[in-house]
Each structure stands twice: as C-alpha cells, then as structure tokens.
C-alpha cells in the first residue's frame, strides 16, 4: 500500500506541470475570444467582420477541444491523487464553469457565446446515441439479465413514481406559494426529465473500488434503462401541453408509452439481428488484412441507422440503440474478427466517453452562457429535497416488492438499498431535457435553471461522498448481498427454472447456431471434417465470467475454426467435459487438445 502511495504521488507531480500548463493554454485561448468583440466593431466593413466571425468559431472549436483534453489531464492527477471527492464529471463541469465565467464577464463576441451554447439538437443526434449504445454493447450481460427483475422493477415503476412523487409534490409547494408554482402540467413533465439518473462519477468510484458485482449491475441497469422510460415519458407527457387532460387522453397516452416502447425494442433488435446475419456471411473475408477496416467501419453504422430509423418514425431512438447494443453484443459480437472484437468495445468505449465529457462541459459552461432565472432560489432548494423524497419512494417499496419474489439469500440487503438510493445522481439527460422544456413550456427556463442546480448537486456533492459511503457501508466485491446459485455463468437462469428454460433451449439450439460463426477453444486445432461437413453443430461451454459464450460448429466448408472471445480466460483441457455430437448420423466427441476429435469407436476423424 505504502509503494502503491508512493507511485501514486510521483505520477501526480510528473501531472501537475502539464496541468498548470493547459490552463495556461487556456487562459491564452480566451484572451483572443475575449478581445475580439472590440476588434469587429472597430472595423466597420462587412468582410472584415465575416473574417472575424470565422477567426473566432475557430479559435472557439480550439478552446472547447482544449478544455475537453485539459479535462481528461486533470481527472486524471486527482486519480493519482487518490482525490475522491471530485472525478470526471465533476472536473469536466468545473471546467466548464471556469471558461464560462472568462467568456461571459471577459467581454467575448455574440458569435463565441453562441459557439459555446449547448444545442439540445446537436446531443440528441450526434452525442448521446454513442453513449447509450456503448452502455448497451459492453453490458456485463451476465449480472444484468441475472437481476432483470430488480432492474425492470426500478426502471419501469420506480421511474414512473418518481415522475408523480415529484410532479405532484412541485405541484402541491407551489400552490401553497413556498415556491414559483408550475402548473400540473409542467410539474409532471419536471418530474420526468428530472428522474432520469446518470451514475456516471458513481460508476466510476464502484470500479476503482471493487464494489460488489450485483450492487454494479443494479445501479448501472438501473441507470440505462432509466433513461429510455424518462425520455418516453417526457415525449408522452408533453403532447398535453396541446389537448386537456381527459380519462380518454391519459388511456391514450399510456397506449402511446408502450406503443412507443415496444416499437423502438423491435427495430433495434431487427436491425442487430440484421447485422449479425450481413456479418456472418462476410465472415468468411475476415481474414483479409483490408476488410478488417471495413468490417469495423461497417459496425459502427449499424447503430446509428436503427436510432434514425426510429426517430423518423416518432419512436424513441434512445430504447432503439439501446437494446440494439445488447442484442448486437450477443450475436453480431461473435461474427467478429478476434481484433475487432476488442477494438469494437474500445472504440465505442471511446467514443461515449468522449461524448460524455462534452456534455459535462457543456453543463458547466450552461451556467454562463445561458439566461438563468436566479430568483428561484427557493424551487431550487425544494426541488433537491423532492427529488430526494421521490427516490425513498422509487427504491425502498421495489426493492420491498423485488425480495418478495425472491429466496432469502438473493433478497436485496438493507446496505444496498440505501447505497443505490445515494447513487440516484442527475446528468446529461436530464440536463438535455430541460433544454427542451425551455423550449416547449412557458416556465421552462426556470425547470432550466433549477436542473442545473440539481445536476451539480448530485454530481458534486452526492458523488463526491459516495466513496465514504460504500466503506461505511462494506459493499466490496466479496460482499455476498445477491446469492448467484439460481443463475449459471451465463447470466441467466439455470435449466430447470421454468422462466428461462424455453428460452435457453431455443437460443442455443436454434437462434445462435443460425446467426453466429464458429468459436470454439483456441488449444483446439483445426481439423477437416470431410466434404460432407454441412451441418452446424455447437458445443457449448460456459466461460470464466459468462460474458461470451464459446461454441464449436462445424462450418460450412467442412472445417472447423477455432476463435475465442477476449473475456474468456484460458482454461485446462482436464477442466473440459467430454461432450458428445452428431455428425452425419455418427456420434464424435470433442475431448482434450492430445485427442480433440475422437469418432466414437474408431482411431480419429
């Protein structure tokens, strides 16, 4: 520990000069922004100020992609600083904040305020698509299907709780005149946008802490699926604001939520499906040193195409990437390349990261470059509490419903209850989503400005804290809160559980042999099978941590190729059961790699 300090305290003073370095750079940038108003107006001439406005875009696109990389550098040195109480999110926003105040107070053009404006357009299109898919993509799929039923519980009715507790709570404070009243309508659409939950600074601390899988995976699905039913929600909520609450419009409303939902689940999993199919079939050119390019630029496309195909139809794009990521990850995934197998979940990895820290700086800047309504002090102070009081509703009667259900030693512990009720921080969605109330409502700028507030609340004050609450509540990886003996290392329920039995059964006979290519273990070689290898076989093996499964097929050439997913961790050929195929109305057993292929009563293959 003491040498792990050490080496933590040396790589934050090789941080510190670069850090200074970059804010200088900083601060040089916006001396330009700052004094080129002056410069404009002294000119008189139309050119001049044309050349100007372009200088200034320019020099705005170089601040906004050095305050992202200054970012980074400064998560990063309070890493290594061991500095919990501020991570990513947290920098990213106080950076924000910092730039902000120097446009706005440095006497900076119209043209770089507007430059620095958040466009909720701009993040609907380009920024969240990839943060949402990469949640769905690289899901530990294990752990989330194995507490689907807490996660639905939460996402679904906690969300639609939460959306009432405060909507109606807004409501009720503002007609007692404690704060601005809203009408129902714009307090329900408030409690909407304002349950949607974004763990990311949360997340982020459960990893460099080794916090309990279960407890991950909770507030991690939690977190995504969240999203989808806030973003549904809000675009259901919202047609009221042109026709009058009546028994006939609500019980169409709720037929459009599910309409809009189930919807958006089939085209995202029909174009995932789509695409392990266009895949397998071009599996065979994978080999070919020029395709792996574009085999990798041809996935990156997928995702996007169904999210579009979803908003130009009044679906939700968001529910459509989403499980499009998931379903992608289980088929299309092993369709792969070995390379691009890795390099797809960094690349997406990179890419919502990216996505994410634009967001929070945007955020951060938001308080500047946009009129705040600031004499809403007291919805502010009352909005925290509420949403506080509406997450006690959202998690502690589920988690009461979800333990009936379940045996006594998978019930959610009172530790990890109050761990996810901490973990219930606001962000980038609901931060988008008031952008979008600004527009739609009437007193959407002070929904605005009191969701900015809630943001940096949670994210500052909530996340900062989360470290001490998971040692005060002891809930690391070895903590046994959710038992796991109902589920195999696939993630899902073991054979003999009703609820998953046909499932399993049709996925690994039919569905996955039918969409995926060969994967079978490395140590095994390549063998011919004879010319009248048609037939697809799989063997199925369940992995180390049940991410991937590995298969043997039989191809359609006749041989076998042998592939592995990157999460499986090398096993030895005694800790492999022989298991026994038909070929061609023949049995053969695959067995250890001295004897892989072994025909039953005969030398070999």
């Given at each position: 520990?003491?040498l792990r300090s050490?080496?933590?305290?040396?790589?934050a003073?090789?941080?510190r000069p670069?850090?200074?370095?970059?804010?200088?750079?900083?601060?040089?940038?916006?001396?330009?922004?700052?004094?080129?108003?002056?410069?404009?107006?002294?000119?008189?001439?139309?050119?001049?100020?044309h050349?100007?406005n372009?200088?200034?875009?320019?020099y705005?696109?170089?601040?906004l992609?050095?305050?992202?990389?200054?970012s980074?550098?400064?998560?990063?040195w309070?890493?290594?600083?061991?500095?919990?109480?501020?991570?990513h999110a947290?920098?990213?926003?106080?950076?924000?904040?910092?730039?902000?105040?120097?446009?706005?107070?440095g006497?900076?053009?119209?043209t770089?305020?507007?430059?620095?404006?958040?466009?909720?357009?701009?993040?609907?299109?380009?920024?969240?698509?990839?943060?949402?898919?990469?949640?769905?993509?690289?899901?530990?799929?294990r752990n989330?299907?194995?507490?689907?039923?807490?996660i639905?519980?939460y996402?679904?009715g906690?969300t639609?709780?939460?959306?009432?507790?405060?909507?109606?709570?807004?409501?009720?404070?503002?007609?007692l005149?404690?704060?601005?009243?809203?009408?129902?309508?714009?307090s329900?659409?408030?409690?909407?946008?304002?349950?949607?939950?974004?763990?990311?600074t949360?997340?982020?601390?459960?990893?460099?802490?080794?916090?309990?899988?279960?407890?991950?995976?909770l507030?991690?699905?939690?977190?995504?699926?969240?999203?989808a039913?806030?973003?549904?929600?809000?675009?259901?909520?919202i047609?009221?604001?042109d026709?009058?609450?009546?028994v006939?419009?609500v019980f169409?409303?709720?037929?459009d939520?599910?309409?809009?939902?189930?919807?958006s689940?089939f085209i995202?999993?029909?174009?995932?499906?789509?695409s392990?199919?266009?895949f397998?079939?071009l599996?065979?050119l994978?080999r070919?040193?020029h395709?792996?390019?574009?085999?990798?630029?041809?996935?990156?496309?997928?995702?996007?195409?169904?999210?579009?195909?979803?908003?130009g139809m009044h679906?939700?794009?968001?529910?459509?990437?989403?499980?499009?990521?998931v379903?992608?990850?289980h088929?299309?995934?092993?369709?792969?390349?070995?390379t691009?197998?890795?390099?797809?979940?960094?690349l997406f990895?990179?890419?919502?990261?990216?996505?994410?820290s634009?967001?929070?700086l945007?955020?951060g800047?938001?308080?500047?470059?946009?009129?705040?309504e600031?004499?809403?002090?007291?919805?502010i102070f009352?909005?925290?509490?509420i949403?506080?009081v509406?997450?006690?509703?959202?998690i502690?009667?589920?988690?009461?419903?979800v333990n009936?259900?379940?045996?006594?030693s998978?019930?959610?512990?009172?530790r990890?209850?109050?761990?996810?009720?901490?973990?219930g921080l606001?962000?980038?969605?609901?931060?988008?989503l008031?952008?979008k109330?600004?527009?739609?409502?009437?007193?959407?700028?002070?929904?605005?400005?009191?969701?900015?507030?809630?943001?940096?609340?949670?994210?500052?004050?909530?996340?900062?804290?989360?470290?001490?609450?998971?040692?005060?509540?002891?809930v690391?990886?070895?903590?046994?809160?959710?038992?796991t003996?109902?589920?195999?290392?696939?993630?899902?329920?073991?054979r003999g559980?009703?609820?998953?039995?046909?499932?399993l059964?049709i996925d690994?006979?039919?569905?996955?042999?039918?969409?995926?290519?060969i994967?079978?273990?490395?140590?095994?070689?390549?063998r011919?099978?004879?010319?009248?290898g048609?037939e697809?076989h799989r063997?199925?093996?369940?992995?180390?941590?049940?991410?991937d499964?590995?298969?043997?097929?039989?191809?359609?050439?006749?041989?076998v190729?042998?592939?592995?997913?990157?999460?499986?961790?090398?096993r030895?050929?005694?800790?492999?059961?022989?298991?026994?195929?038909?070929?061609g109305?023949?049995?053969f057993?695959?067995?250890?790699?001295?004897?892989?292929?072994?025909?039953?009563?005969a030398s070999?293959?």
């Amino acid at each position: 520990a003491a040498l792990r300090s050490a080496d933590a305290r040396t790589k934050a003073m090789r941080c510190r000069p670069w850090l200074f370095a970059l804010c200088a750079v900083l601060l040089l940038t916006c001396i330009p922004l700052c004094t080129a108003n002056s410069g404009a107006e002294g000119g008189g001439e139309e050119h001049n100020n044309h050349e100007e406005n372009e200088s200034q875009i320019r020099y705005g696109m170089v601040l906004l992609l050095l305050m992202l990389f200054a970012s980074f550098m400064m998560a990063y040195w309070l890493e290594t600083r061991n500095f919990h109480y501020l991570h990513h999110a947290g920098a990213a926003i106080f950076m924000g904040m910092f730039v902000g105040v120097l446009l706005e107070y440095g006497g900076s053009s119209s043209t770089v305020k507007e430059l620095a404006k958040f466009d909720g357009e701009f993040f609907m299109i380009l920024l969240l698509p990839p943060i949402i898919f990469e949640s769905g993509y690289n899901m530990k799929r294990r752990n989330f299907f194995k507490n689907i039923d807490a996660i639905s519980a939460y996402a679904f009715g906690g969300t639609l709780i939460s959306t009432f507790v405060v909507g109606l709570l807004t409501y009720w404070v503002g007609k007692l005149h404690l704060e601005f009243p809203l009408s129902l309508l714009e307090s329900l659409v408030f409690g909407a946008l304002i349950s949607a939950t974004d763990p990311v600074t949360v997340l982020a601390i459960f990893q460099s802490m080794h916090a309990d899988v279960n407890l991950f995976s909770l507030v991690f699905g939690e977190s995504v699926l969240n999203d989808a039913v806030a973003i549904v929600l809000y675009t259901t909520l919202i047609k009221f604001k042109d026709e009058p609450f009546t028994v006939g419009s609500v019980f169409l409303a709720i037929i459009d939520f599910f309409k809009i939902f189930v919807g958006s689940f089939f085209i995202g999993a029909l174009f995932a499906v789509l695409s392990a199919v266009v895949f397998k079939k071009l599996s065979h050119l994978r080999r070919e040193e020029h395709f792996q390019f574009l085999e990798i630029s041809m996935l990156t496309i997928v995702p996007y195409i169904a999210y579009y195909m979803a908003e130009g139809m009044h679906l939700s794009g968001i529910v459509t990437i989403l499980f499009c990521g998931v379903v992608m990850a289980h088929y299309t995934y092993n369709n792969l390349s070995r390379t691009n197998q890795q390099i797809s979940r960094k690349l997406f990895k990179i890419f919502a990261t990216l996505s994410e820290s634009f967001v929070f700086l945007y955020l951060g800047l938001a308080f500047f470059m946009f009129p705040q309504e600031w004499e809403h002090v007291r919805l502010i102070f009352f909005t925290i509490l509420i949403v506080l009081v509406a997450r006690t509703f959202n998690i502690f009667p589920m988690s009461y419903l979800v333990n009936r259900r379940r045996p006594e030693s998978r019930k959610i512990s009172k530790r990890f209850q109050f761990v996810m009720w901490f973990s219930g921080l606001r962000g980038a969605i609901a931060f988008v989503l008031a952008l979008k109330a600004n527009e739609d409502l009437e007193n959407g700028g002070a929904i605005l400005t009191t969701t900015l507030f809630v943001v940096l609340f949670t994210v500052i004050a909530m996340g900062g804290s989360t470290t001490t609450v998971l040692e005060k509540m002891d809930v690391r990886e070895r903590d046994t809160g959710l038992e796991t003996d109902a589920y195999d290392d696939s993630g899902l329920l073991r054979r003999g559980d009703g609820r998953a039995d046909k499932f399993l059964s049709i996925d690994r006979k039919y569905i996955k042999p039918f969409l995926t290519v060969i994967h079978l273990d490395p140590t095994i070689e390549r063998r011919d099978l004879g010319p009248s290898g048609t037939e697809m076989h799989r063997l199925q093996h369940e992995n180390g941590d049940g991410e991937d499964d590995d298969a043997v097929f039989v191809d359609e050439a006749g041989g076998v190729e042998a592939s592995r997913s990157p999460q499986s961790p090398s096993r030895s050929s005694s800790d492999k059961p022989e298991v026994v195929y038909q070929k061609g109305g023949e049995p053969f057993t695959i067995d250890t790699p001295k004897n892989p292929y072994t025909k039953a009563g005969a030398s070999g293959v």
